[in-house]
Every structure is written in C-alpha cells, then in structure tokens.
C-alpha cells in the first residue's frame, strides 16, 4: 500500500464547496489526477488513464450510446 500525504491548495470558495460535497470517488479520482500532473509515478499515470477511460464509456453507456450510434459517429465525414 503506497503511503500518502496530504497538501494543502488554494482554490476559490465554489470549488471548495464541490470537493466538499463530492463523493469519495471523485476526490479519489481527483487525487490521482493531481499525482498525475505531477509526475508522481508512470504506472498510476497508465492506471488513471484506464479508469478515466471506462467512466467515459460507462457515462456515455449510460446516456444510451450504443457500439452502432458510435461507428456511425466515426464513420461520418467532418465539413
């Protein structure tokens, strides 16, 4: 188990009241992303990376993106 340490940063009152309110997933999630802006460490970089992947999918999954709704998307040619 990697050991942690906890920083302190300024942010402005509305993003305090978020992290605050949000779940222990996203400040998990949050957590990571600043040891990934930082270089903490190539395999959690590549682990973040995966897992930020499938919430996407998940998300877009959820909202009813279907593998035959996303070819389609692909498969269209931009303006």
Do not use: C, W
Request: glycine share 2%; aromatic share 4%.
């Amino acid at each position: 188990m990697q050991i942690s340490e906890e920083i302190t940063i300024k942010v402005s009152p509305k993003v305090a009241q978020a992290y605050q309110k949000a779940t222990e997933h996203k400040k998990q999630s949050l957590a990571t992303l600043v040891s990934v802006f930082l270089r903490e460490d190539i395999n959690e970089e590549v682990d973040f990376l995966g897992k930020l992947m499938n919430e996407i999918s998940d998300k877009a999954v959820s909202r009813g993106l279907t593998p035959e709704i996303l070819e389609t998307i692909l498969n269209e040619e931009s303006p």
